[in-house]
């Protein structure tokens, strides 16, 4: 079928978040006649209107009031006059923010000639959609790619009510700010809004079922993250099992219990929940396609991102992995290229992950306890960001650089950082793990001085054996 009709694609992309939307720009780009279904009033998915963006709004202008009130008198900065947080303004310049951002969606679905259409789909068969919503419809597909993202989860006896008891959706929206947000969940949600709330003043305690925040890192990013984000007075709670959350007016107590099996209980004016996040598929109608879910709830996928349905793909969080908006962008373009005939790839151990606190947090490739894990022999080299001039410059030097390489290859296996621009030089272990570097290789590559990058040169060197020159 060459479509002919208004209403036949070649593609249909369901969900318009990062995974989508580059999906179908890289599927226009390929020549396919594409559409793009949203059921949201704007474009852009969960990181662009209440992840990614409006978080990142938030901890930037979190940073400058706390930079002003604690260094600008080191600095030499003198400002007359009390400093205050103006939170209203704060919030409308994060909605400012998402909205240029938004549009930006808008102008590339236009400039690729993609089809909008707004509304849900849901599945009637392999090859029909039914749109219902603004623009109703039934149309008549190729192929499809699910991309419908996913959404926060909970637990079983947590009422979120979504006024006291939140989800990050409502964190990025509140009208006050907080006295006490009691935080369920240290992961990578929990740690950037609880870093946020706690820079404008409130209280801030988090509540972690593992015995470490972030588990998936690395641990000594977990330890050095969690030692910074305490001097600056977060409250962290470990080993942690949430048994309760109830609210009485304003006032919502969570009760957990310790590591002996004590009860404990913590009572704030609001709690969020941040305890991970689950696919998303409501209304979608999957099965009808031939579609098949796990019991998690995610799309099963081959190895091409083909569902059961052989043709229908889906990417993103909605598929197993990370729930990252560069792994679903990824996905997105694996999978028009694969559509087209080509043979793309995707390294998955190269996607890196950052946590966007200040410090950031960001790594890529196996982390020690995964090395020991699989017994493979391995030196580790680690520099301080402390040592730095640039980092002295900036009065940012908290953290450290740290390179883990094969003992008998010196091919770097993975490479964790935290501190002043991590989430930007992490970029530059994915390239060279990308080509297979040595330490060795990138202990030789001139760095400007003074940068943090000169961190990454420095860990490097010793990584290949007590080389690091300016410790
Ligand atoms: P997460 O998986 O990062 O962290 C959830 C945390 O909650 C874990 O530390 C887990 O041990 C803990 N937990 C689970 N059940 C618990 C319980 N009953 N009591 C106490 N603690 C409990 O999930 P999060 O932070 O909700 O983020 C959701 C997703 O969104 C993640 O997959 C993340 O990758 C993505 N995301 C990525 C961002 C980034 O790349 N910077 C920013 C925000 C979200």
């Given at each position: 079928?060459?479509?002919?009709?208004?209403?036949?694609?070649?593609?249909?992309?369901?969900?318009?978040?990062?995974?989508?939307?580059?999906?179908?720009?890289?599927?226009?780009?390929?020549?396919?006649?594409?559409?793009?279904?949203?059921?949201?009033?704007?474009?852009?998915?969960?990181?662009?209107?209440?992840?990614?963006?409006?978080?990142?709004?938030?901890?930037?202008?979190?940073?400058?009031?706390?930079?002003?009130?604690?260094?600008?008198?080191?600095?030499?900065?003198?400002?007359?006059?009390?400093?205050?947080?103006?939170?209203?303004?704060?919030?409308?310049?994060?909605?400012?923010?998402?909205?240029?951002?938004?549009?930006?969606?808008?102008?590339?679905?236009?400039?690729?000639?993609?089809?909008?259409?707004?509304?849900?789909?849901?599945?009637?068969?392999?090859?029909?959609?039914?749109?219902?919503?603004?623009?109703?419809?039934?149309?008549?597909?190729?192929?499809?790619?699910?991309?419908?993202?996913?959404?926060?989860?909970?637990l079983?006896f947590i009422n979120?009510?979504?006024?006291r008891i939140?989800?990050?959706?409502?964190?990025?929206?509140?009208?006050?700010?907080p006295k006490h947000l009691v935080v369920i969940g240290g992961?990578?949600?929990?740690?950037?809004?609880?870093?946020?709330?706690?820079?404008?003043?409130a209280e801030v305690s988090v509540i972690e079922y593992?015995?470490?925040?972030?588990?998936?890192?690395?641990?000594?990013?977990?330890?050095?993250?969690?030692?910074?984000?305490?001097?600056?007075?977060?409250k962290f709670h470990l080993s942690h099992q949430v048994t309760a959350v109830e609210r009485k007016g304003n006032t919502v107590t969570v009760t957990a219990n310790d590591k002996k099996g004590a009860a404990q209980t913590f009572a704030g004016d609001y709690c969020l929940v941040?305890?991970?996040?689950?696919?998303?598929?409501?209304?979608?109608?999957?099965?009808?396609?031939?579609?098949?879910?796990?019991?998690?709830?995610?799309?099963?996928?081959?190895?091409?991102?083909?569902?059961?349905?052989?043709?229908?793909?889906?990417?993103?969080?909605?598929?197993?992995?990370?729930?990252?908006?560069?792994?679903?962008?990824?996905?997105?373009?694996?999978?028009?290229?694969?559509?087209?005939?080509?043979?793309?790839?995707?390294?998955?151990?190269?996607?890196?992950?950052?946590?966007?606190?200040?410090?950031?947090?960001?790594?890529?490739?196996?982390?020690?306890?995964?090395?020991?894990?699989?017994?493979?022999?391995?030196?580790?080299?680690?520099?301080?960001?402390?040592?730095?001039?640039?980092?002295?410059?900036?009065?940012?030097?908290?953290?450290?650089?740290?390179?883990?390489?094969?003992?008998?290859?010196?091919?770097?296996?993975?490479?964790?950082?935290?501190?002043?621009?991590?989430?930007?030089?992490?970029?530059?272990?994915?390239?060279?793990?990308?080509?297979?570097?040595?330490?060795?290789?990138?202990?030789?590559?001139?760095?400007?001085?003074?940068?943090?990058?000169?961190?990454?040169?420095?860990?490097?060197?010793?990584?290949?054996?007590?080389?690091?020159?300016?410790?």
């Amino acid at each position: 079928m060459k479509p002919k009709n208004m209403n036949q694609f070649d593609v249909a992309v369901i969900g318009s978040g990062p995974g989508g939307y580059v999906a179908a720009i890289r599927c226009a780009q390929l020549g396919m006649k594409t559409v793009v279904i949203e059921k949201e009033p704007t474009l852009g998915g969960t990181c662009l209107n209440v992840g990614c963006i409006p978080s990142k709004s938030l901890l930037d202008s979190s940073h400058h009031y706390e930079t002003a009130t604690k260094d600008f008198k080191t600095h030499g900065i003198d400002v007359s006059g009390k400093i205050e947080v103006n939170f209203a303004q704060m919030i409308a310049r994060k909605r400012e923010v998402v909205s240029t951002t938004v549009k930006g969606i808008d102008f590339l679905m236009d400039k690729n000639k993609i089809t909008v259409l707004r509304g849900l789909g849901s599945f009637e068969d392999a090859t029909h959609i039914k749109i219902t919503g603004k623009d109703a419809q039934t149309i008549e597909v190729k192929h499809s790619i699910i991309a419908t993202g996913s959404t926060p989860g909970s637990l079983p006896f947590i009422n979120l009510d979504k006024e006291r008891i939140i989800t990050s959706t409502e964190a990025l929206e509140l009208s006050e700010i907080p006295k006490h947000l009691v935080v369920i969940g240290g992961g990578v949600i929990g740690l950037e809004l609880g870093q946020v709330y706690r820079r404008l003043g409130a209280e801030v305690s988090v509540i972690e079922y593992a015995d470490r925040i972030s588990p998936v890192l690395d641990a000594a990013l977990s330890k050095e993250l969690m030692k910074v984000m305490k001097k600056q007075g977060v409250k962290f709670h470990l080993s942690h099992q949430v048994t309760a959350v109830e609210r009485k007016g304003n006032t919502v107590t969570v009760t957990a219990n310790d590591k002996k099996g004590a009860a404990q209980t913590f009572a704030g004016d609001y709690c969020l929940v941040a305890v991970g996040r689950k696919p998303y598929t409501n209304g979608l109608n999957a099965e009808a396609a031939g579609v098949t879910l796990n019991d998690r709830g995610q799309v099963v996928v081959n190895d091409q991102l083909q569902t059961t349905a052989q043709n229908i793909y889906a990417i993103g969080d909605v598929v197993r992995g990370a729930m990252l908006a560069h792994k679903a962008e990824e996905e997105g373009v694996l999978v028009a290229e694969y559509l087209a005939g080509q043979k793309p790839h995707i390294d998955y151990n190269l996607i890196p992950n950052v946590i966007y606190t200040w410090p950031e947090v960001a790594a890529v490739g196996k982390t020690e306890e995964e090395l020991k894990g699989a017994n493979i022999p391995h030196k580790a080299g680690q520099f301080p960001m402390r040592a730095l001039g640039r980092s002295r410059a900036s009065m940012d030097t908290d953290g450290f650089v740290k390179i883990l390489t094969h003992a008998e290859t010196d091919e770097i296996l993975g490479v964790h950082m935290i501190g002043a621009r991590a989430a930007d030089l992490i970029t530059e272990a994915v390239t060279a793990m990308e080509f297979r570097a040595s330490a060795e290789d990138l202990a030789r590559m001139s760095h400007a001085h003074p940068t943090y990058a000169e961190a990454v040169k420095e860990a490097a060197l010793a990584a290949t054996g007590n080389r690091a020159l300016h410790v």
